[in-house]
């Protein structure tokens, strides 16, 4: 049986140096963000992005369509 208190929610800052078995990830992000990437900030997204995935020591989801925000441009579905 699981326990909530298992769970965490968080930033991608906030998880910087944690590790967890399981990490999902929402790569929506608001049009500020994504203008913010455009001009010129897609090096610190990407190691933004490098950092959450890599907090995982088993597996890593990905969870696409959940909110309405258009996705991190690396991360699109093909």
């Known amino acids: 049986m ?3 208190g298992d769970v965490r929610v968080g930033t ?3 998880a910087k140096g944690l590790e967890a078995p399981c990490v999902f990830v929402f ?5 500020a963000q994504l ?3 455009r001009n010129g900030a897609e090096a610190e ?3 933004l992005y490098y950092v959450a995935m890599t907090r995982a020591s088993e597996s ?3 969870v696409h369509d959940y909110f ?3 996705e991190f441009p ?3 579905a093909a």
Do not use: C, K, T
């Not at 790569?27 to 049009?31: D, G, L, Q, V």
């Open 2 to 4: 699981n326990d909530p």
């Open 12 to 14: 991608i800052h906030a």
């Open 27 to 31: 790569p929506a992000y608001s049009r």
């Open 35 to 37: 203008e913010r990437f």
């Open 45 to 47: 997204e990407r190691r």
């Open 60 to 62: 890593v989801r990905v």
């Open 68 to 70: 309405d925000g258009q």
């Open 74 to 76: 690396p991360l699109e």
